[in-house]
């Protein structure tokens, strides 16, 4: 079974400038996660989807970040415009609906200069 | 809210000896626990979940944890440690049952391995 994919792997930006990152999660899971940790933090989560609805975005910084899965498939996460204080990993989870199991993809390590 | 405190951000211990990770929690309603690990340039990936079913859990690496209500713990443990097992490792928790809601992660704990 094919595990969560993300791209990229890394990523330098200047501040000011826009990302973006991509997460295919694993086939026939309903539930996507971002997640974002900060060097020496445990992961926060960001956002999470069911399917192609969100479900909590209590933590996303909505003046400049913002996520979407359409389909309810892959997903990508946006961040415009960079701060300083972004650099971080940004990981992507799934899980299969119902299920209190969550499996991480490999980030991206993005750093803002 | 629900919270998670990992008691050492480093944890040095020799090859062969007892392993032994805090994690206390804060939860308003009975929690669901998990602990995950995280090897360099790597994703998480699960070492055991408490799911409200028996207090002692076991996982994958020979690595297990005991939740204790009445400390609010959630303590991991492995008899005899070896280098593979140096890592980071987050305790989490979930107050939701319904589903895989979102985790909250404790600021993590640097396994060392001394030969």
């Known amino acids: 079974e094919a595990g969560v994919a993300q791209s990229p792997r890394y990523k330098i930006i200047e501040k000011r400038q826009s990302v973006a990152f991509w997460c295919n999660p694993i086939?026939?899971?309903?539930?996507l996660y971002w997640y974002q940790q900060i060097l020496g933090q445990g992961p926060k989560l960001l956002i999470q989807?069911?399917?192609?609805?969100?479900?909590?975005d209590s933590q996303l910084p909505k003046d400049r970040f913002s996520a979407e899965r359409l389909k309810g498939v892959d997903s990508t996460l946006k961040i415009q415009p960079a701060k300083l204080e972004d650099s971080a990993v940004y990981l992507c989870?799934?899980?299969?609906?119902?299920?209190?199991?969550?499996?991480f993809g490999q980030g991206t390590r993005l750093t803002v200069v | 809210a629900q919270s998670v405190t990992q008691l050492g951000s480093h944890v040095s211990v020799s090859e062969g000896a007892l392993v032994l990770l805090r994690c206390n929690y804060s939860?308003?309603?009975?929690?669901?626990l998990f602990w995950y690990v995280q090897y360099p340039n790597q994703g998480l990936q699960l070492l055991l979940k408490?799911?409200?079913?028996?207090?002692l859990v076991k996982g994958i690496n020979g690595f297990e944890a005991e939740f204790k209500k009445s400390e609010t713990s959630f303590h991991l443990t492995k008899p005899s440690a070896h280098m593979s097992d140096a890592a980071e490792y987050f305790c989490?928790?979930?107050?939701?049952?319904?589903?895989?809601?979102?985790?909250?992660f404790g600021k993590g704990t640097h396994l060392i391995i001394q030969p």
């Open positions: 989870a799934s899980s299969p609906m119902g299920q209190l199991m969550a499996f």
């Open positions: 086939s026939g899971h309903a539930t």
């Open positions: 989807f069911q399917n192609n609805g969100v479900v909590d």
């Open positions: 939860s308003s309603v009975p929690p669901y």
């Open positions: 408490y799911t409200s079913a028996a207090t």
């Open positions: 989490a928790v979930s107050e939701s049952g319904g589903g895989a809601d979102g985790l909250t």
